[in-house]
């Protein structure tokens, strides 16, 4: 049960990284983000009556800097 502290900083530092990012997204989302989805690696497809949104390039770019950020945070 002692490792509850540092699991309660890590758990404290995700959310501050959520709240960042969200007041990103509300004020800067526009210009900031807007290839956010939009990478050369992205799909979408549209059809009569639907259509079809699939971001591979922006996943993988999201997945090597979340794996970055949690690679330097348990670094000791």
């Known amino acids: 049960m002692h490792d509850l502290p540092s699991l309660g900083k890590m758990l404290l530092v995700i959310g501050l990284v959520v709240a960042a990012a969200g007041v990103v997204l509300m004020f800067g989302g526009k210009g900031l983000l807007s290839w956010f989805g939009r990478l ?3 799909f979408s497809w ?3 009556s639907f259509e079809f949104h699939f971001p591979l390039a922006t996943s993988i770019l999201l997945s090597i800097v ?3 950020l949690w690679f330097f945070m348990n670094r000791k």
Do not use: R, V
Request: hydrophobic fraction near 20%.
């Open 40 to 42: 050369p690696g992205d």
């Open 46 to 48: 549209k059809g009569k």
């Open 66 to 68: 979340l794996s970055l």
